[in-house]
């Protein structure tokens, strides 16, 4: 389904009936990564997907896609559906667009999980990567898509999935060069939301990958220190949802369940 926002259109599919689950996906994917998932969890529950700016079939608005902008047309939907309050699963990128919402709208979530994210900032180190992504999305942004979507699996499994990985791909070149950029500027200068993990009142749960190629696994245990964060510990990489996906489904089902 679609809707106008500030002169662009929105896509977002509905499914189900029962409490709220927002889906939020990464980087370079669109909500079509959460189809294998919805009927199970449509069988209870409301889900709602949401592609974000400058992904799937949502179009851009300006030149950085802020978490913040992002956040707001996620908004600006659950108010179109006159939905209140939801639980939040986001991966990677997503993840960090649940925390840019929750920041700003603290009593509209029951839940958060963040899936192969991070509350963190970018580094110094990131942040330079992040600018070499970008001029090696404007100099080729099909052979950077091509390796970035590989890299984010664990090596062991690029040949196991290699099936999955080529649709990945066929789904990533659809977004538009502005898309990806707007996306990496607005990653680069997100803000550290840590602070979400310790005085939020919602139930918390983050899905970490040992092998994740993106994230560092002992920098994601030491964020969850002190707080009343559920870990749950997958053994591959930056994936979950095709690297470990009966687990993952099993997971997110018993999540939502005891909310």
């Known amino acids: ?113 963040l899936m192969n994210s991070t509350a963190s900032a970018d580094t110094i180190e990131k942040k330079k990567n992040r600018d070499r992504a970008i001029t090696a999305v404007k100099q080729n942004h099909k052979m950077f898509i091509r390796m970035a979507i590989s ?30 950029v707007a996306a990496l500027e607005g990653m680069k200068i997100r803000e550290d939301r840590e602070a979400l993990l310790h005085f939020t009142p919602f139930k918390k749960m983050m899905i970490i990958s040992k092998k994740d190629p993106v994230l560092d696994y002992n920098a994601l245990i030491s964020q969850t220190k002190n707080t009343d964060v559920e870990v749950v510990r997958f053994p591959d990489g930056h994936m979950s949802h095709i690297e470990n996906k009966s687990e993952f489904l099993d997971t997110i089902v018993h999540f939502v369940e005891n909310i």
């Open 151 to 180: 890299n984010l699996f664990r090596p062991k499994n690029r040949s196991i999935f290699s099936v999955e990985i080529k649709q990945l791909k066929n789904e990533a070149l659809k977004t538009p060069l502005q898309g990806i």
């Open 1 to 113: 389904m679609n809707l106008q926002y500030k002169g662009i259109n929105v896509f977002y599919t509905d499914n189900g009936k029962g409490n709220t689950i927002v889906l939020l996906h990464g980087f370079l994917e669109n909500a079509s990564m959460w189809d294998p998932f919805i009927p199970k969890l449509a069988k209870k529950n409301r889900v709602i997907c949401v592609d974000l700016l400058g992904h799937g079939k949502t179009e851009c608005l300006g030149y950085i896609h802020t978490m913040e902008l992002m956040a707001e047309v996620v908004q600006v939907v659950l108010k179109h559906l006159k939905i209140r309050r939801s639980t939040f699963i986001g991966h990677s990128m997503g993840g960090y667009v649940a925390l840019a919402f929750a920041e700003k709208n603290p009593d509209a979530l029951k839940g958060l999980c």
